[in-house]
């Protein structure tokens, strides 16, 4: 029992994700798969006061269980921990309709790997994607009141040492990809005619699926933007180098200076061209990939419900047949199978009723879902492209301090 | 049809060009048909080897071709440095696009077409100011030169009211082009071998064999850089409108969808102007300027040709001196070498003087005028929010 909150204080909690280097481990010959899944990562936990986190503090989420025993403390996990807690997490609430949000997976949907410029600063790109969408994913994971409850999210933030998290293969690259196509498959390919009161449901699909569509092809554009704009950063980078010989040859002392200067502004907006670079990927491209894998599991509980239907209508038409063979039998007389089959009849009975609730509890979350991730959606997407745009423009303020140092030089040619 | 008048002020890789009153020369207009450009020659003088003070001539681009070479392979221009030719219009680039973009119509909302295509044009016309203003500057830098002005073809070239395809077909048999190849293959070489007397020229060649392959070099990184700006305005055309379609289709977006729209079509905006003016003021200039270092070698190489033929007379007449055999005409011919040398030399410098003079103006002016460009391109966009975007496009569009 937690001696230092009060029964009903809501506590404020905030959560971030940092990256370790790769440790050693025991194991000599690690294929690259298996490397990848050892990436240490400390999660980071702090309780405060309510009052002292602002509500504008978007990663702080709260809670009025008393579930940590302290108020700051990091934890040490691995990457295929994160994808256990996921496969744990969509095993459990998946077919409840619950959207469980998906953590990064080893090949990053639809994204093509430029490697444009030097090894180390694509590999710590990797790194910071990596690591910032975890730190997304677990945010998620605890802003969704119920996933919160989940004894395996509190055991994954709380506990010193999780066992190795064993079929997360199943969550890598390839395997994940098809885990996710399988949801969309399914329900492509089921030409289920349902009832009017699910017209809400059939343009929310829709909705989705068009979403979908969109998302993908915004996510191939702006990494086509992210290429352009690091090749930008090159030819910059080349031309102020070539502009500084040219200063170098030119014999006009004044004009030599000038493009002296001239290749010094355009060293400076090489780097202004790799931080935008920088903003395209993390604060558009990743949020793209983001909404991708969201999306994906979205139709997946769409797929959930349609199974819970599907469940209940087998379950009807199997009552049916037994109570059609009943009919038979009463005409056959042969008491003994009769006995037999009113009894299952009474088990289908049963079974019908229970999937019924199932399936109209199972409508009512993924419904209850579905709003809340529009409306979380559309607060969130406004303000990250408002956050991106707000990083450009800053850029441009940088460029006008750039030029406007330069243009006293080129006046000053005579 | 394309009129210039608006855009005089876009001339700028010469400076000081067109202020003699008595020979002004300018091209207010020029047409596309298919591949040809027509330009029309507009000439206003005061002097009286002109038949009218006021008239204009349509022109080809060959025509300029023409003019350029009769220069060159005139003996007594030696010692000038003859305006670089014109480069010929260069529609490949936005046409090859313009097919792409037919074939990917069916790919892309109507929207995002429309606005590539309106980008194509754009580029169509940025090709077309170029190559005006470049032919332009071709007439310009004659009529402003004391000696070159004066020139016969030159006046045909400006006043002949006829098509000049027959009088360019007589030309190319004369010549046969054979200076011009002379020129190309082995002028390197004999530039750097031989042995300078004068200091002054010494430095020259040094510098101007130097300075070449490094303005050459700026010139293709710039061509680059400017390449890929084009390509980020054409992404933000491609994101805007999928952020459209999006905004369309869901209702979550919908109140948003117009500013998203708005803010990616401004910094395309944005992003296509600074490529374009990039263009004008620095990759322009300097393209124009690696042609005329061209040019300026090519002066050396005819000195250096003549100081060749100046070393061989010499060598001539020791041997005739030797042999005592057609003494005088040795020493005529060496003369007359020396002679031809000592022009060349004296022309040459007072040419490369004055280069150097005209460089570092036409440098500091496209430097400047580049640098408050993108300061107002910066600035546009800086004080403003995101959330006025709507308001910033209509300002810019002013």
Redesign the interface.
């Known amino acids: 029992q937690n001696s230092n909150f009060k029964e009903n204080e809501v506590l404020s909690v905030t959560l971030s994700v940092q990256y370790l280097f790769q440790l050693d481990d025991d194991e000599e010959e690690e294929e690259e798969e298996e490397e990848e899944q050892e990436d240490k990562f400390d999660i980071s936990i702090s309780v405060k006061d309510p009052e002292k986190i602002g509500t504008n503090d978007m990663n702080a989420f709260q809670t009025p269980l008393p579930m940590f025993r302290n108020k700051t403390f990091t934890v040490r996990r691995r990457f295929s921990d994160f994808l256990g807690l996921y496969e744990k997490l969509s095993e459990k609430h998946g077919p409840n309709g619950f959207i469980v949000p998906p953590p990064p997976e080893k090949s990053i949907l639809g994204m093509t790997k430029v490697k444009v410029g030097k090894e180390d600063s694509s590999s710590a790109d990797f790194v910071e994607r990596r690591r910032a969408a975890l730190e997304r994913y677990l945010q998620r994971i605890v802003h969704h009141p119920s996933l919160l409850q989940d004894p395996d999210v509190r055991e994954f933030l709380e506990r010193e040492e999780l066992p190795r998290a064993v079929g997360t293969q199943a969550l890598s690259g390839a395997g994940f990809l098809k885990m996710i196509n399988k949801a969309t498959d399914a329900v492509s390919k089921m030409t289920i005619k349902m009832n009017e009161s699910d017209v809400w449901f059939e343009e929310k699909l829709q909705?989705v699926e068009?979403?979908d569509q969109?998302?993908r092809?915004?996510h191939v554009?702006?990494e086509?933007?992210v290429v352009?704009?690091k090749?930008?950063s090159l030819?910059?980078a080349?031309?102020a180098k070539?502009?500084a010989?040219?200063g170098s040859?030119?014999?006009?002392t004044?004009?030599s200076r000038?493009?002296s200067q001239?290749a010094e502004v355009e060293d400076k907006m090489e780097q202004l061209h790799q931080d935008q670079a920088t903003n395209d990927t993390f604060n558009f491209a990743e949020l793209i990939a983001d909404y991708i894998r969201l999306l994906g599991s979205v139709r997946g509980s769409f797929d959930h419900r349609m199974k819970a239907w599907q469940r209940w209508q087998d379950a009807q038409a199997a009552l049916q047949k037994k109570r059609e063979t009943e009919a038979k039998l009463l005409w056959a007389n042969k008491p003994d199978k009769l006995q037999l089959v009113k009894e299952e009849i009474a088990e289908w009975e049963v079974k019908v009723t229970q999937y019924e609730r199932d399936f109209d509890r199972v409508t009512a979350t993924v419904r209850k879902e579905v709003v809340r991730f529009?409306k979380e959606?559309?607060r969130n997407?406004?303000r990250e492209?408002?956050n991106y745009?707000?990083c450009?423009?800053q850029s441009?303020?940088q460029?006008?301090k750039y030029?406007?140092a330069?243009?006293p030089e080129?006046?000053a040619?005579? | 049809h394309y009129n210039t008048e608006k855009y005089h002020h876009m001339r700028s890789v010469s400076v000081d060009l067109n202020h003699d009153a008595s020979l002004l020369i300018d091209i207010p207009d020029a047409l596309c048909e298919r591949d040809k450009v027509k330009f029309t020659v507009h000439t206003k003088t005061t002097l009286s080897s002109f038949q009218k003070p006021d008239f204009s001539v349509p022109r080809q681009h060959e025509d300029f071709i023409w003019l350029h070479d009769t220069l060159v392979e005139t003996e007594d221009y030696a010692g000038l440095i003859i305006p670089p030719v014109p480069p010929k219009p260069d529609f490949e680039s936005p046409r090859e696009k313009m097919h792409k973009l037919g074939e990917g119509e069916a790919t892309m909302t109507k929207e995002e077409y429309t606005k590539m295509k309106q980008e194509l044009e754009a580029e169509y016309l940025a090709v077309f100011k170029k190559t005006v203003q470049v032919h332009e500057v071709f007439l310009q830098r004659l009529s402003s030169h004391p000696i070159l002005s004066k020139d016969r073809n030159f006046q045909i070239f400006l006043e002949y009211d006829q098509d000049l395809t027959v009088r360019r077909k007589n030309a190319k048999e004369m010549f046969g082009g054979f200076f011009k190849n002379m020129v190309k293959s082995a002028d390197e070489v004999l530039i750097s071998g031989i042995k300078e007397v004068d200091d002054f020229f010494e430095q020259e060649k040094t510098f101007l064999l130097d300075y070449y392959s490094k303005i050459k070099d700026s010139t293709a990184k710039a061509e680059k850089m400017t390449r890929s700006h084009k390509n980020i305005a054409d992404d933000y055309i491609h994101i805007s409108a999928t952020l459209n379609t999006l905004s369309a289709d869901d209702s979550t977006y919908r109140h948003c969808g117009g500013y998203y729209m708005s803010s990616f079509v401004f910094l395309q905006k944005v992003e296509g102007r600074v490529a374009s003016d990039q263009e004008l003021k620095l990759t322009e200039l300097l393209r124009y300027y690696m042609r005329d270092i061209q040019a300026a070698k090519d002066l050396l190489y005819r000195r250096a040709r003549a100081l060749v033929d100046y070393e061989n007379s010499n060598k001539a007449l020791d041997k005739a001196r030797l042999k005592s055999r057609d003494i005088p005409q040795a020493e005529e011919h060496q003369k007359q070498c020396l002679q031809k040398f000592d022009k060349l030399s004296e022309s040459g410098k007072k040419e490369l003087t004055s280069f150097k003079g005209r460089r570092v103006v036409a440098f500091r002016k496209n430097l400047i005028e580049m640098a408050e460009l993108e300061i107002k391109h910066a600035k546009v966009s800086s004080p403003i929010q995101p959330r006025d975007f709507y308001t910033l496009i209509h300002v810019y569009n002013m």
């Open positions: 909705e068009s979403a969109q998302f092809k915004l554009l702006v086509s933007l352009h704009r090749e930008l030819n910059t080349s031309f070539s502009t010989m040219l040859a030119e014999d006009n004044a004009l000038a493009l001239l529009d959606k559309a997407f406004k492209i408002i745009l707000e450009l423009l441009q303020q460029l006008i030029w406007e330069f243009l080129a006046k040619i005579a």
